[in-house]
């Protein structure tokens, strides 16, 4: 049974609202905004039983802790560590983001392009990495605290930058990536591990807002490059039979039309400006549903979005594709990097259209006067592939990655195509459940 850990971020701040640098100081304490924002939070996980509850020692993210614990069922004491405090820039506490920015100018570049490189020459010429300590804190707290939880929940209330190290450092995004996931105030991530840290882990979603009234995180730089919503068709009747699809062009069943509908109604309100499917029956009815809000979006396929081809495994259930192929099975599940299916396709091969795919995408749409916004709706394995290779992952990687049926990840080009994208959110269901938890069938690709 996997351990969940729920991840929150402490609500909004004065520091944040006033948009000065907090690090490890402690002076900054919840706005208004923040005390109500964490009370949702508490209402939100109130039917979650909680097995285990830490946050920073830091006031800011321990008053949004004890908010949410008067809203839960018979919780454990929340347990403040040191090990969950926020990144530590001491030359740069208290200071405005702006002045940081002009004072530090040659600093705060490599702060936001090469986050690992940055470091800050303290007393008697110490040099301090803050972003390579704070993922190294981060690993640190895994491996104490998981042993205590196998197969339990834990809560976790901490900050940005420690959120970051502690997502990243768990799936094994590279720290180079620190500025390329998002942490909105209150946002809730969700991850599930297999065992202990070091055993495979997956991100079942990032950044979730929806519960705050606000369906998608909002951008961090509106007037450059494109926006991406990257969706996973709806549910087929194979999904929900656990029967390999690959290739085969099965179409949606009714829950994943009402599925769909749901995912229109999510985004019905968001200006789109084009759309691109998977020719499949499956995503292109998906996207279908969702652009009957949109009549004016032509809707365009791209081949090279179609779902791995799994070859002869297609049509058939685990325990047929065990008796035909011994072993072959728990290998892709293992090591899915080096399976090549039989008479089908390996994950590589996979890997080099979606992402060819995707960068064209990107490119057609970076150089437009104003900023686009579109859908690119397409399959499991595809979507995987693609938010993989966004956050610096490998192959390897593969299923440290959930995609629900009719799910929602939100890509951000800030900078447009001279910088590196930011996932701002990952696997979003709430619009499907009304929960905090993906509740899509986990059928076969």
Same mark, same amino acid.
């Given at each position: ?5 729920? #991840? ?12 000065? #640098?907090?690090? =490890? ?42 908010? @949410? ?8 004491? %929340? ?101 390329? #996931? ?60 656990? =029967? ?12 994943? =039309? ?29 996207? /279908? ?30 325990? /047929? ?31 080099? =259209?979606? %992402? ?44 440290? @990655? ?44």
């Amino acid at each position: 049974m996997a351990t969940r850990v729920i #991840i929150v971020r402490h609500g909004q701040s004065s520091y944040n609202a006033q948009k000065m #640098i907090q690090g =490890r100081c402690d002076e900054s304490v919840l706005t208004q905004k923040g005390i109500e924002d964490a009370q949702i939070v508490g209402k939100t996980l109130s039917g979650v039983q909680i097995d285990g509850f830490y946050c920073s020692p830091l006031q800011r993210a321990k008053k949004t802790a004890d908010i @949410i614990y008067d809203y839960l069922n018979n919780p454990p004491d %929340v347990q403040p560590t040191e090990q969950l405090l926020e990144i530590d820039l001491p030359l740069w506490e208290k200071l405005h983001k702006q002045n940081v920015a002009q004072q530090y100018a040659e600093d705060y570049r490599t702060w936001k392009q090469h986050p690992h490189q940055f470091k800050m020459i303290l007393a008697e010429g110490k040099e301090h990495y803050p972003v390579l300590s704070l993922y190294q804190q981060a690993q640190q707290f895994w491996q104490d605290i998981l042993p205590q939880y196998q197969g339990k929940t834990i809560l976790i209330v901490a900050h940005n930058g420690i959120n970051r190290c502690l997502i990243m450092s768990a799936i094994g995004i590279p720290v180079e990536r620190y500025h390329s #996931i998002q942490q909105s105030n209150c946002c809730i991530n969700v991850l599930n591990f297999t065992g202990s840290y070091g055993e495979p882990v997956q991100l079942e979603s990032l950044n979730q807002t929806s519960h705050l009234g606000i369906p998608l995180p909002t951008t961090r730089n509106p007037h450059f490059g494109p926006r991406l919503l990257l969706i996973r068709h709806g549910e087929t009747q194979w999904n929900r039979e656990s =029967r390999f699809q690959g290739i085969r062009d099965i179409p949606l069943n009714d829950n994943g =039309r009402e599925q769909g509908r749901k995912a229109g109604e999510f985004l019905k309100d968001l200006k789109i400006d084009f759309a691109v499917t998977s020719p499949m029956l499956r995503p292109k009815e998906t996207a /279908e549903i969702i652009l009957q809000h949109h009549p004016e979006v032509t809707l365009t396929t791209n081949s090279l979005l179609q779902e791995i081809c799994h070859g002869l495994w297609e049509g058939k259930l685990e325990t /047929e594709i065990e008796a035909s192929f011994p072993g072959l099975l728990a290998q892709w599940q293992k090591a899915p990097e080096t399976v090549q299916m039989p008479e089908g396709e390996n994950l590589q091969q996979v890997w080099d =259209r979606a %992402v060819a795919a995707w960068e064209d995408i990107v490119a057609t749409y970076a150089n437009s006067d104003s900023p686009q916004t579109g859908i690119v709706v397409a399959h499991d394995a595809i979507n995987k592939v693609i938010i993989c290779y966004l956050l610096g992952l490998k192959p390897d990687n593969f299923w440290n @990655i959930k995609q629900g049926n009719g799910a929602v990840s939100v890509i951000d080009y800030p900078n447009g195509l001279e910088d590196k994208p930011v996932l701002q959110a990952i696997n979003l269901t709430t619009h499907l459940s009304g929960g905090i938890l993906d509740r899509t069938a986990a059928g076969a690709l």
